[in-house]
């Protein structure tokens, strides 16, 4: 099946080597792409943080849950699936 051929060369993009970074979600290490494009302490407005990943780690996530990416826990406040390939995730370092 297409979907599972490229499921595998999804790897590529994930690799800590180049543009990922290690995660902890439900015990086990995943691998995502982080962006944290704008933080300010303050009465500053931000951007949320994300993460980009494959679809199949993170399948079932929910609202609330959480993620240690850099030493931080992130609570995932957003699920956008884009497809069977990739998920964003959109984070918050504050607690439900």
């Given at each position: 099946?297409?979907?599972?051929?490229?499921?595998?060369?999804?790897?590529?993009?994930?690799?800590?080597?180049?543009?990922?970074?290690?995660?902890?979600?439900?015990?086990?290490t995943?691998?995502?792409?982080?962006?944290?494009?704008?933080?300010?302490?303050?009465?500053?407005?931000?951007?949320?943080?994300?993460?980009?990943?494959?679809?199949?780690?993170?399948?079932?996530?929910?609202?609330?849950?959480?993620?240690?990416?850099?030493?931080?826990?992130?609570y995932?406040?957003?699920?956008?699936?884009?497809?069977?390939?990739?998920?964003?995730?959109?984070?918050?370092?504050?607690?439900?």
């Open positions: 099946m297409l979907s599972d051929d490229l499921a595998g060369d999804l790897d590529v993009f994930f690799d800590e080597d180049d543009f990922a970074v290690a995660i902890t979600y439900g015990g086990e995943i691998y995502g792409i982080f962006s944290n494009p704008y933080e300010e302490d303050g009465n500053a407005e931000s951007f949320s943080p994300s993460v980009l990943a494959k679809t199949s780690d993170v399948d079932g996530i929910a609202h609330g849950e959480a993620l240690v990416i850099n030493n931080t826990t992130y995932v406040i957003n699920v956008q699936k884009s497809g069977i390939l990739f998920t964003t995730l959109i984070l918050s370092k504050d607690a439900p």
